[in-house]
């Protein structure tokens, strides 16, 4: 069957570490993949996409790798701060260009001070 | 960027009643996607709503049960019907980014809207 996988269990860090959340997918060739920040009762928020030809995609603290290969993709947030303490959803696009992405089911990230 | 209100922002409604959720966008567009999001689930599409056509339903959703409305280029309303507490749920609203319009599905969302069915 098709999935992608977030780890279910929340992500506990110190401030001013790094934050690494991972994004598995199965049996899916997507020609893009996203992430989003849900923020408890808010919508979700787009934040980087990353296609398929791209192994790397930066955005101020953000870095997003993909590995099309390892059927994955790593999401880090770098001097991680308490504000960036939410939910991270990777979307990708499950049916070969739709313009309509997949979500998983995030990933809880806890920014300790 | 898009600015998408929904209202309500959240209900409480009794088994059996049925609840219409709106969804105002500041600017033109031509599709406008309903998603659920039940507690600790991922977003699952509805259905993509088009002006002037009906919409366009997910694996497992109906239209008896979930009626969508499309007058214009900037409104859309979901219906849910005849609810029961599985419904309980964040209903949200969502739109295609305008510069990525038939690229790479970068979405804007509402705020949501959350439904609790007694």
């Known amino acids: 069957s098709q999935k992608i996988e977030q780890n279910s269990e929340a992500l506990n860090i110190q401030e001013g570490k790094t934050a690494t959340l991972t994004c598995n997918y199965t049996?899916?060739?997507?020609?893009?993949l996203q992430w989003y920040r849900q923020d408890p009762g808010r919508g979700p928020v787009f934040l980087l996409l990353?296609?398929?030809?791209?192994k790397e995609k930066r955005k101020e603290r953000l870095k997003v790798t993909f590995d099309t290969t390892l059927k994955q993709s790593l999401f880090h947030i770098t001097a991680s701060q308490p504000a960036d303490s939410a939910t991270y959803l990777c979307?990708?696009?499950?049916?070969?260009?739709?313009?309509?992405?997949?979500f998983g089911r995030g990933t809880s990230l806890i920014v300790h001070p | 960027s898009a600015v998408i209100s929904q209202k309500p922002s959240r209900d409480i409604c009794q088994r059996g009643t049925s609840l219409t959720i709106q969804c105002q966008v500041d600017s033109q567009v031509t599709m406008m996607f309903w998603y659920r999001q039940q507690p600790g689930q991922s977003l699952t599409l509805i259905a993509t709503?088009?002006?002037?056509?009906?919409?366009?339903?997910e694996s497992g959703f109906v239209i008896d049960k979930f009626p969508i409305s499309r007058p214009n280029l900037t409104f859309s309303t979901l219906t849910v019907s005849n609810m029961s507490p599985e419904d309980s749920s964040i209903y949200l609203c969502s739109v295609e980014h305008p510069r990525t319009r038939g690229g790479t599905g970068e979405l804007f969302f509402g705020e949501g809207s959350r439904l609790t069915v007694l």
């Open positions: 709503a088009n002006q002037g056509s009906e919409a366009t339903y």
């Open positions: 990353i296609r398929e030809n791209e």
């Open positions: 979307a990708l696009d499950t049916s070969g260009g739709s313009y309509i992405p997949t």
């Open positions: 049996n899916y060739s997507p020609a893009y």
